[in-house]
T-cell receptor, first 113, second 113 residues
């Protein structure tokens, strides 16, 4: 079974900390995505990557950066965590040019205190 | 730009009731349409999809038909169960708009016995 694995299910971090959220997929997918999920707002795209070392901003990139050094791994970085970044973060991947085969990870619930 | 609008919840039903969750979309191209489900404490799972007009997606008793003339993809189930309690997201992907999935805000369904 194809899988997208997010390294942490729950995280609690302090304001101002640098936070790394990791996502690994085992499907050799070119595209990887980071979404943020908030009640009443649905899922909003933060960043996506269509190839190693390539990235594109999504709808809400402010306060975030990403890294994709290897095809299977896509990291979301909060340079200086703030309380308004408390949220559920979801990673997804799919094959380039295939607009239906998205696979999601189980999510990381981040609390910034 | 492309967007998805789905009915606001929460939707509260008794077991065996009929379910409809409305979803309409705006797209520049020819999108694929999806329903995702998120059970409490879990990530997103693909419930069903349709990739072209008049396609009907179905899974676990849920159905949705891609209606191009009304730009709609309403989710229906004839008889809901307590285990269907979850958050449901309508989404689209559109090669004209880019690679990422675009989500509605989600509808919470609560089914009581």
């Amino acid at each position: 079974d194809v899988k997208v694995t997010q390294s942490s299910r729950y995280l609690v971090k302090r304001t101002g900390e640098k936070v790394f959220l990791e996502c690994v997929q085992d499907m050799d997918h070119e595209n990887m995505f980071w979404y943020r999920q908030d009640p009443g707002l649905g899922l909003r795209l933060i960043y996506f990557s269509y190839d190693v070392k390539m990235k594109e901003k999504g709808d809400i990139p402010e306060g975030y950066s990403v890294s994709r050094e290897k095809k299977e791994r896509f990291s979301l970085i909060l340079e200086s965590a703030s309380t308004n970044q408390t949220s559920m973060y979801l990673c997804a991947s799919n094959v380039r040019g295939q607009y239906y085969g998205y696979t999601f990870g189980s999510g990381t619930r981040l609390t910034v205190v | 730009g492309d967007s998805v609008t789905q009915m606001e919840g929460p939707v509260t039903l008794s077991e065996e009731a009929f379910l409809t969750i409305n979803c309409t979309y705006t797209a520049t191209g020819y999108p694929s349409l999806f329903w995702y489900v998120q059970y409490p404490g879990e990530g997103l799972q693909l419930l069903l999809k349709a990739t072209k007009a008049d396609d009907k997606g179905s899974n676990k008793g849920f159905e949705a038909t891609y209606r191009k003339e009304t730009t709609s993809f309403h989710l229906e189930k004839g008889s809901v169960q307590v285990s269907d309690s979850a958050v449901y997201f309508c989404a689209l992907s559109d090669s004209q708009a880019g690679t990422a999935l675009i989500f509605g805000k989600g509808t919470t369904l609560s089914v009581s016995s």
